[in-house]
């Protein structure tokens, strides 16, 4: 059984940083583009950040996030990373980590890409 399980969320204030991962299980997703989803209350799932293959791969983030939030993966632990630094209180949401099966050598922003998704983590962002 093919599992992504995100940790790491939590509370902290504007201005903290957190540090999310999500490790899979069940395959390898060595070959495929990893990203993380954010879905704030009220609001559509929406891109975050995310990266090809290889470790140490391309990568791609939304507007919102660039230059506060970088995204990595250790593909020998099937494991991606979220480092979230400079949190504002908009980025309040549940964040979702999401892999994709096939050969992937560009990160992808577009949700259907995407074969396996985690139940999410939340992150609340105090003012």
């Known amino acids: 059984q093919v599992q992504l399980v995100e940790s790491g969320g939590g509370l902290v204030q504007a201005g903290g940083s957190l540090r999310l991962s999500c490790a899979a299980s069940g395959r390898t997703f060595s070959s495929g583009a990893m990203a993380w989803f954010r879905q704030a209350p009220g609001k559509e799932r929406e891109f975050v950040v995310g990266?090809?293959?290889?470790?140490?791969?391309?990568?791609l983030h939304a507007d919102s996030v660039k230059g506060r939030f970088t995204i990595s993966r250790d593909n020998a632990k099937n494991t991606v990373y979220l480092q979230m630094n400079s949190l504002k209180p908009e980025d309040t949401a549940v964040y979702y980590c999401a892999a994709r099966v096939r050969v992937t050598p560009q990160p992808l922003d577009y949700q259907p890409d995407y074969d396996y998704w985690g139940q999410g983590t939340q992150v609340t962002v105090s003012s």
């Open positions: 990266i090809s293959y290889r470790t140490g791969g391309s990568t």
